[in-house]
């Protein structure tokens, strides 16, 4: 009979439901007939507004129902991501929660018109809260959706929740998931925009992330120690975001990185250092950068460079399994030089082979005015890169962006020839180049029909920088007229060495005799190379440092040294080749101390984990990594900060605001 054969229904979804599914106790009520039925737990809110809502935990997630839940009784509870009204008497709702969406088939019964007039609607307002009860069952034929991963299924339900109504959205979401306001209006509404479901994976791969980031360096035997926010000034690099007392004329300052802290903490005998280290840089103007973020921070003593680069290896083989990708160790090496050299940038993509040769000696019978530096001795050269097979692609507008690209990165411009299929250079710096200076190049370069080549002159690695940016623009511009592959799923790591210690202020002075101050390349804590140290005193820029770069497809993702750990040696440094004052002299005193009471060799790294997530994430902004950002200028919209504070404020941390 029909009540027989409900109850053997009702025993068998018992027996395949899966434990995770069952989530709440459920009672067993005792109903007409024979048979007993599976009922959901039903909790009372205890609220005083007019409708008090039944709060049905959820059984299972939205996105994980499949064909193996059919016949199962389960309750979703999520936020309506579209409504679709089959006259009177049916609406299709597509419940969406963090784990995906389901569509849901809601009879309008006398219950559910009874909740539905509770709440004054008539139907499901887009993301409303709402919890569902009901049956999982196959979709007919021509209603499954092979786009959603539960396509195949829709819950029929009996029983409905209406936690919220929501009203007045400032936007609307697409099908596709995007938000439909501007930029502005998203960070506005962070809170709406994160319902997103590319938001909701990128949070939670962050979190997977970090979980395993904490679980490997506790497998290593590292010690997590949180170090101080609140710092004392010390101006390096960026500009610092500094934090008022009440002790008058005296200000915290927001730590740019925990570099001192974590090396005093290897003086203090903690060997194995880690943790998820907030940070804080006054950068605004910068569209791919945030005021505070997230490094992955370690410290180790008694280590060399290739113990460090060993455990930051070990570490990005577990992020990326991650996604399931295996990452091929040991990485490849290059030395800061080389990257100069032939890619022109010290974080090198060598996704792509295009790279720069030195074809200097080819000009040797070019006698036009252009190439009149090259006679001076004054170490001129010209650099250049061939793309091969993408000549007479670029239109006239898009050879500009690239003379654009190369007066951004100093030079004067950047010589364009296309190579058609006969052979011909085709370029107006073609009449000033002798046959014999074209048979040089041609040979050097290999030039072939439908070639592209660029040339750029320069002053030492001024060529070398042009080229570099352009090259990359270059790419830009053949991804987006599908001529190259965007290869966002080639993962290529890269360690850069051998940096220099130090540079000029003044990058336009290269003479040492000019007066101009040495800044650090990396950090004044970076060690010299033992070998390089006699030349503080006769050639600081020969000097190359213990530091190196983790790159991966052109984006340094971090970066570290092997620190000094002798106090004379660092004092060296500070005072007589960077030459710093007196009272910066001082603001470092804390460590010069330390280094003379005993600290053991020790070096470092930090990687960039917003940084790192947007790549993992095939985003170009490290914004959608991070759950409540800040515009490029550092404002955040959505709570109005930074914001001016009351008078009795400032008087309390002795500050006037100059009008």
């Known amino acids: 009979s029909r009540a027989v054969m409900l109850g053997v229904c009702a025993r068998v979804c018992l027996q395949a439901t899966p434990k995770r599914v069952l989530l709440s106790r459920q009672p067993r009520v005792k109903r007409q007939g024979a048979h007993t039925r599976t009922q959901p737990c039903v909790h009372r809110s205890y609220t005083a507004s007019a409708v008090s809502p039944k709060l049905l935990q959820p059984s299972v997630h939205c996105g994980e129902l499949r064909q193996a839940h059919v016949g199962q009784r389960v309750t979703l509870s999520g936020w309506v991501s579209s409504e679709r009204q089959m006259g009177k008497l049916l609406t299709f709702v597509a419940l969406r929660d963090g784990k995906g969406v389901t569509q849901v088939q809601i009879p309008t019964t006398d219950k559910i018109r009874e909740v539905l007039e509770a709440h004054g609607v008539s139907g499901f307002p887009m993301e409303s809260v709402i919890s569902v009860s009901g049956i999982v069952a196959l979709r007919p034929e021509t209603q499954v959706n092979k786009t959603m991963p539960t396509g195949e299924i829709e819950v029929i339900v009996d029983d409905l929740t209406i936690h919220n109504v929501a009203k007045n959205l400032p936007f609307l979401f697409h099908r596709q998931n995007t938000g439909a306001g501007s930029e502005e209006l ?37 010690v997590e120690v949180e ?49 998820l280290a907030r940070c804080y840089r006054d950068e605004s103007g910068r569209s791919d950068r945030q005021p505070e973020f997230t490094q992955v921070d370690l410290e180790m003593a008694f280590i060399s460079d290739k113990d460090i680069m060993n455990v930051i290896e070990g570490l990005l083989v577990q992020i990326w399994d991650e996604i399931g ?6 990485f490849p090496r290059m030395s800061y030089k080389d990257a100069m050299d032939n890619y022109g940038v010290d974080k090198p993509d060598t996704r792509f082979p295009f790279t720069l040769s030195d074809i200097t000696e080819a000009f040797s ?11 001076t001795n004054e170490g001129f050269n010209v650099k250049a890169i061939n793309f091969k097979s993408h000549g007479s692609i670029l239109n006239k507008k898009q050879h500009q962006l690239l003379q654009e690209e ?17 052979g011909e250079w085709k370029s107006a710096i073609s009449k000033h180049l002798p046959q014999e200076t074209r048979d040089k190049i041609t040979e050097s370069l290999k ?13 030492g690695t001024e060529a070398n920088k042009v080229l570099g940016k352009v090259r990359l623009q270059v790419i830009s511009l053949l991804q987006s007229l599908e001529r190259l592959p965007m290869k966002s799923d080639v993962f290529n790591f890269l360690w850069v060495i051998d940096f220099p210690l130090f540079a000029l202020k003044d990058e336009k002075h290269q003479d040492l005799n000019s007066g101009c101050e040495f800044v650090s390349e990396h950090h004044p804590f970076t060690a010299p190379r033992d070998e390089d140290i006699p030349k503080l005193d006769t050639d600081p820029l020969a000097v190359r ?76 902004n490290i914004r959608s990594v991070i759950a409540f950002p800040k515009t490029s200028n550092g404002s955040e919209l959505m709570t109005g900060s930074p914001s001016e504070v009351a008078d009795a404020q400032l008087d309390d941390i002795f500050i006037k605001v100059k009008e």
């Open 447 to 459: 030039v072939e029909s439908g070639d592209l080549l660029l040339f750029a002159l320069g002053k």
């Open 227 to 275: 170090t101080p926010t609140l710092f004392k000034s010390t101006p390096e690099g960026a500009r610092e975001f500094l934090v008022p007392t009440r002790q008058k004329g005296k200000f915290y300052s927001l730590p740019q990185s925990p570099q001192q802290y974590k090396q005093l903490l290897m003086v203090g005998g903690i060997e194995k250092y880690f943790q």
């Open 545 to 620: 440092g213990q530091h190196y770069d983790i790159v991966l497809n052109g984006n340094e993702i971090g970066g570290g040294s092997i620190r000094i750990h002798n106090s004379d040696l660092q004092l060296k440094v500070l005072k007589d080749v960077l030459k710093l004052p007196e009272e910066r002299l001082n603001t470092f005193s804390h460590l010069l101390a330390a280094l003379s009471h005993g600290a053991p060799p020790h070096g470092g790294l930090a990687l960039g984990l917003d940084r790192i997530l947007s790549i993992l994430c095939n985003s170009p």
């Open 186 to 222: 998203l960070l506005q509404h962070r809170y709406l925009d994160l319902r997103q479901p590319y938001l909701q994976h990128n949070l939670r791969l962050r979190s997977r992330v970090t979980k395993r980031i904490r679980d490997y360096f506790h497998g290593e035997n590292f």
């Open 365 to 375: 019978d070019a006698t036009a005015e252009l190439f009149a530096p090259l006679k």
């Open 406 to 422: 190369a007066r951004k990165a100093g030079g004067k411009g950047v010589m364009i020839v296309d190579v058609d299929s006969n």
């Open 325 to 330: 990708v295996k990452v091929p160790t040991p």
